[in-house]
């Protein structure tokens, strides 16, 4: 089976940095991905990792560590507009096979002045 | 490019009535899934297409539930009859069949079932 953990909710200072983890258990793995979803709207892609280290985006990083199931995405300088629900999401079959994602269920992440 | 279209974007009907959503992807994505997201959890797979094959409907209620993807582009999702625990977002996704591209989701319909 596959289990994927994530804070409920975090709340941070705008112009800080906030780390958002997701610990997952999965019967195979090919990928893991963070996805921001504003309040009704649907997900947007942000990243993806599948091998260890980091991957830096701007102000967005994420980070993977297979041997330990372990990611994060770091946020940078951040701005009211980053208020947002996090979501991880990890492949756990092959995704050129037709991979699906399996979700956490989110972080809420309120930035505030 | 395009997105990936949805509609209706909100419906409201009653408790055993019948619902259709309707799903068009991205130009060229051969895989569709259909999601599903109750307020303030992450999105549950419902059912995964390659073109117009299911590769996967194990979390699909299929007493109620059924999808199809008839000519591998668009597909529909349709519940009968509805539950008041159907109440939640249907997020349409597709992508290409290769690593590192993730989803494209569509902006959902948002079912009330009262």
């Known amino acids: 089976g596959q289990n994927i953990d994530q804070p409920t909710e975090m709340t941070a200072t705008e112009g800080a940095i906030v780390q958002i983890n997701c610990t997952y258990q999965?019967?195979?793995?090919?990928?893991l991905f963070w996805y921001q979803q504003h309040a009704g709207e649907a997900p947007t892609f942000l990243s993806y990792n599948v091998l260890d280290g980091l991957e830096e985006k701007g102000r967005f990083s994420s980070f993977l560590s297979r041997s330990k199931g372990y990611s994060y995405l770091l946020l940078k300088e951040l701005q009211m507009k980053d208020s947002a629900s996090y979501l991880c999401a990890v492949s756990g079959v092959i995704y050129n096979q037709g991979g699906k994602l399996i979700f956490g269920q989110g972080t809420e992440l309120s930035v505030k002045p | 490019e395009a997105g990936v279209a949805q509609s209706p974007r909100y419906k409201i009907i009653e408790k055993r009535q019948s619902v259709a959503f309707w799903c068009n992807p991205i130009s060229g994505h051969a895989t569709l899934y259909w999601y599903q997201q109750i307020l303030g959890q992450g999105p549950k797979l419902l059912i995964q297409?390659?073109?117009?094959?299911?590769?996967?409907d194990s979390q699909l209620p299929k007493d109620r539930f059924s999808a199809e993807r008839l000519k591998g582009v668009d597909s529909t999702l349709k519940i009968q009859p509805a539950k008041l625990e159907d109440s939640a977002v249907y997020l349409c996704a597709s992508s290409f069949p290769g690593v590192g591209y993730g989803y494209t989701f569509g902006s959902g319909t948002r079912l009330t079932v009262v």
């Open positions: 297409f390659q073109n117009n094959g299911v590769v996967d």
């Open positions: 999965t019967s195979g793995f090919n990928g």
